[in-house]
């Protein structure tokens, strides 16, 4: 299986990034590390190697990119207004370095936008923001509101609230999402939510759901067993969804 690690210095975030890739072909799968991850974390915990198979057939090239958590949503000692302005600048770099890089070593048109836990709202939330970039979208065990408290799972912009908020969780702005075009494109994509039963984040989910049946939007949600919020979960759910 080939793998590449890439350096390089980001204009959008002002800092070094750094991200793997593994494969040679096929879709591109933009792959979100999970809450507070790392770009290494994946591999580390075997998931890359449960899609060995599809990457080596030429099906799937991942691309792990690396998290500013740390400096956005999980940066409770900035003010929240800077939390999500940081967000916007990761998205920016996702979208102007990331998928320029991914599309200049693979023609392949396909798209795919995947992450788990805090990965998945990543992954969602660019996908719902610009369907026409992207083919298929898989959330895992994920959380598609951040303003929302759960259990131990706090509100992670603190009370905050404006524009930039809003468009970026999901379950907000989507539920206002008139334009026949953007659901057209919406549509088009595959949406693909895993989540366990036992999951703090279940009812995120559900909602997500609601969403999308009223605009009329296709979409599977699967249900596990148990929390099923672990890497021995998520390497499961790589191997069916992806």
Not at 49 to 74: M, P, R, W
Not at 206 to 213: C, K, W
Request: aromatic content about 14%.
């Amino acid at each position: 299986m080939k793998r590449e690690y890439h350096k390089w210095y980001s204009p959008n975030l002002e800092k070094d990034m750094e991200l793997l890739i593994f494969g040679h072909a096929g879709a591109k799968v933009l792959f979100f590390p999970p809450r507070m991850g790392r770009f290494f974390d994946y591999e580390d915990w075997k998931i890359v190697a449960a899609l060995e198979h599809k990457i080596t057939n030429g099906e799937l090239q991942l691309f792990c990119v690396d998290s500013v958590d740390l400096e956005s949503f999980y940066n409770s000692f900035s003010h929240p207004g800077y939390r999500i302005y940081r967000h916007i600048q990761y998205e920016k770099y996702v979208l102007r370095e990331v998928l320029p890089l991914a599309n200049l070593i693979n023609e392949n048109p396909n798209i795919i936008s995947a992450g788990c836990s805090l990965g998945a709202y990543h992954a969602v939330n660019v996908a719902m923001r610009h369907p026409h970039l992207f083919c298929k979208v898989v959330g895992m065990s994920g959380r598609y509101d951040l303003t929302k408290s759960k259990g131990y799972f706090p509100d992670l912009l603190s009370g905050y609230h404006n524009d930039f908020v809003y468009f970026n969780m999901p379950n907000q702005f989507l539920k206002n999402i008139e334009d026949p075009e953007l659901i057209h494109q919406l549509n088009k994509m595959d949406i693909i939510l895993a989540i366990g039963n036992d999951d703090p984040f279940l009812d995120s989910n559900f909602q997500l759901g609601d969403i999308l049946n009223e605009k009329e939007i296709s979409y599977e949600l699967h249900q596990w067993d148990e929390e099923a919020h672990k890497a021995r979960y998520w390497r499961k759910m790589v191997a069916i969804y992806l």
